[in-house]
């Protein structure tokens, strides 16, 4: 049975409320999305809120954060004995020795986990989702220019290949092995977690978890490895996990990386792309997990949170007995990212009915579009090599569904079968109609633009609010089929 956290206030953990408010006002005046946030200081929940339509158990997907889980999982491991950083990798892919320059020859695990591997280019989770052949020989393709250890060269490619080691070291996936060993120790229960073609878990992205279960990981290492009062994890590998033993510096200037554990003033962030994030402040003895769409990841390197929290809760700031509370409590209960939107005019546009448009789009080979007008919805299908797709839109007001929309151009390469949506329809003009889709286990928020010209032709534009790549399609146009 899962261990429940638990509750209490700010003010009764030394905390002043008025010190999450602003930064929740901050992030929001910065325009950066919170979907989810939970805070905890002294073991204690003190806030948990979720901007609508996010929810406290929908997982979100959390890109490079997923590193977090595959170095867990290797210091799994390496506390029970079965791996040692200094490791050669070769020694676990002999297959790859014949032909392998001095500086592969030379290539550690710590050097995976650091990502000093000395190739030559970095390899992006975005890269590979697409590969359907061997990611291991993928990797091994990218050439080695320099010695292992001594420069910083970011690449999910190092954490798929560590990944790798320990399932040939436990005879299980990062997933399997944690689920089995660690998770149900700390209350993490299912997740999912995406694998290769090689049945391999992706090691450097491709997890989905909800936020509480990204604050019981911070809480681990804030911890140092002890759980409950059990040692789960090393202390000598969380103290090198966050940098007190084998810091490693990205560049001049920038933040010191561990073992993905960025060290910012008096925080330690393990995070994501697009802001998702554990976020550990020993000073207050304070754990913040947090899922966002916040391509800046302004909470962390941006520094709101040591602005907005950790500086004037360390100078002690006068404490509003509760009060402050109270207005926190309600501001996290009215959080919504599913604007209010209403169309030009209350006159339905047309009549109620289908309409199917012909397209050929050589692009995305989108074929067909289909519009169909009830009252109070419209549905948007879009029928391209993928299948059909259909999202269903409240017409000036939200409603939740689910879709297998094709979007892995606009989300960063991740595409899922089947995901939750949330969407909204309103007319901005007589013939200009807009369609906002959230996804709420995703970072990403698309807009659909239909451009009505006449009766016989549309106009399609789809963008996207982020992105590793371009944030919008080209333009479509569709003929209506008689």
């Known amino acids: 049975m ?57 997982p979100h997907i959390l890109h490079s954060y997923t590193k977090t889980f595959t170095n867990t999982a290797a210091a799994l491991a390496y506390t029970n004995g079965l791996l040692r950083l200094e490791d050669k ?5 002999p297959q790859y020795a014949d032909g392998a320059n001095e500086y592969l020859k030379e290539l550690k695990l710590l050097d995976l986990i650091t990502m000093r591997s000395g190739q030559i280019r970095g390899i992006g989770g975005n890269e590979w989702r697409p590969l359907a052949s061997s990611w291991i020989d993928a990797y091994f393709q990218v050439p080695w220019v320099e010695m292992p250890g001594k420069r910083y060269l970011y690449s999910s490619g190092n954490s798929y290949i560590l990944s790798a080691v320990v399932q040939k070291v436990t005879g299980k996936t990062c997933h399997e092995y944690l689920a089995e060993n660690l998770m149900p120790e700390i209350g993490i229960g299912a997740f999912t977690w995406q694998t290769s ?13 909800c936020v509480e279960d990204m604050t019981r990981m911070g809480m681990l290492y804030l911890n140092h490895g002890m ?24 560049s001049e200037g920038d933040p010191e990386y561990n073992f993905h554990w960025e060290h910012f003033g008096d925080i330690w962030a393990a995070t994501g ?40 809760a360390l100078k002690q700031r006068e404490q509003k ?82 879709t297998s929309m094709t979007g892995a151009y606009l989300h ?16 901005e003009t007589e013939n200009q109609l807009l369609m906002e889709w959230r996804f709420p286990e995703m970072a990403f928020c698309d807009h659909v633009r239909i451009v009505f010209d006449g009766h016989d032709e549309i106009r399609m534009k789809r963008w996207v609010n982020m992105n590793s790549e371009a944030l919008e399609r080209p333009e479509v146009i569709g003929k209506i089929t008689r």
């Open 2 to 58: 899962k261990n429940v956290l638990l509750r209490s206030t700010p003010e009764e953990e030394g905390i002043d409320s008025g010190l999450l408010i602003d930064f929740l006002n901050e992030m929001e005046k910065e325009g950066a999305e919170i979907h989810g946030i939970m805070a905890v200081v002294n073991q204690k929940v003190i806030f948990e809120a979720y901007n609508a339509p996010y929810r406290a158990d929908i």
């Open 89 to 93: 990798v070769l020694s676990y892919f």
């Open 197 to 209: 073609p090689e049945g391999i878990c992706s090691g450097g992205n491709g997890i989905s978890l």
């Open 227 to 250: 759980w409950n009062g059990k040692q789960l994890l090393s202390p000598e590998w969380v103290d090198m996990a966050l940098g007190y033993k084998c810091m490693v510096t990205m």
């Open 273 to 312: 792309m697009f802001g998702q994030g554990s976020i550990i402040i020993p000073k207050l003895n304070m754990v913040i997990g947090m899922t966002a769409a916040d391509s800046c990841y302004r909470a962390t390197k941006g520094g709101l949170i040591q602005k907005t929290i950790v500086d004037p």
């Open 321 to 402: 007995e509760g009060i402050g509370n109270e207005i926190l409590k309600n501001k996290g209960l009215r959080m919504t990212l599913e604007g209010k939107y209403r169309s030009y005019s209350n006159e339905k546009r047309g009549e109620y009915g289908k309409y199917e448009y012909q397209v050929s789009d050589e692009t995305d080979g989108i074929k067909r579009i289909v519009l169909e007008f009830m009252e109070g919805q419209i549905n948007f299908s879009m029928e391209d090599q993928r299948g059909y797709h259909t999202v269903a839109c409240g017409l000036d007001r939200w409603i939740g569904s689910s």
């Open 412 to 427: 960063h390469q991740y595409e899922l079968d089947e995901m939750k949506v949330s969407a909204c329809a309103f007319w």
